[in-house]
Nanobody, 124 residues
Framework: QVQLVESGGGLVQTGSSLRLSCAASGRTFGSYAMGWFRQAPGKEREFVARISWSGGSTDYADSVKGRFTISRDNAKNTGYLQMNSLKLEDTAVYYC?????????????????WGQGTQVTVSS
């Protein structure tokens, strides 16, 4: 199996930045997309961003477009989510996930491997 481990979360003030990392280990697939999702208390897990294997295709939720940037370094088996201009509503547990087959998906059910999550808390 593939294991994903997120890191980089923390407590920050509105307007500040964080960079989340997602380190993959275990079996390496020839091609897989990576996604970031987040889940706030009492809410469903929601799509944040995704990136294709090559990095040539990215998608963002409207709520983060222009503020967040997803990237990956396949040589390091690591994905990243750069979060700028953080808002209170960005507070959530952030999860990275890998999609090893299937069409482009913005739904958690489309992803096959998940990290344990990292907490991002934004305060005023």
């Amino acid at each position: 199996q593939v294991q994903l481990v997120e890191s980089g979360g923390g407590l920050v003030q509105t307007g500040s930045s964080l960079r989340l990392s997602c380190a993959a280990s275990g079996r390496t697939f020839g091609s897989y997309a990576m996604g970031w999702f987040r889940q706030a208390p009492g809410k469903e897990r929601e799509f944040v961003a995704r990136i294709s294997w090559s990095g040539g295709s990215t998608d963002y939720a409207d709520s983060v477009k222009g503020r967040f940037t997803i990237s990956r370094d396949n040589a390091k088996n690591t994905g990243y989510l750069q979060m700028n201009s953080l808002k209170l509503e960005d507070t959530a547990v952030y999860y990275c996930a890998a999609q090893v087959y299937g069409r482009v998906s913005y739904d958690p059910k489309g992803y096959h491997y998940w990290g344990q999550g990292t907490q991002v808390t934004v305060s005023s």
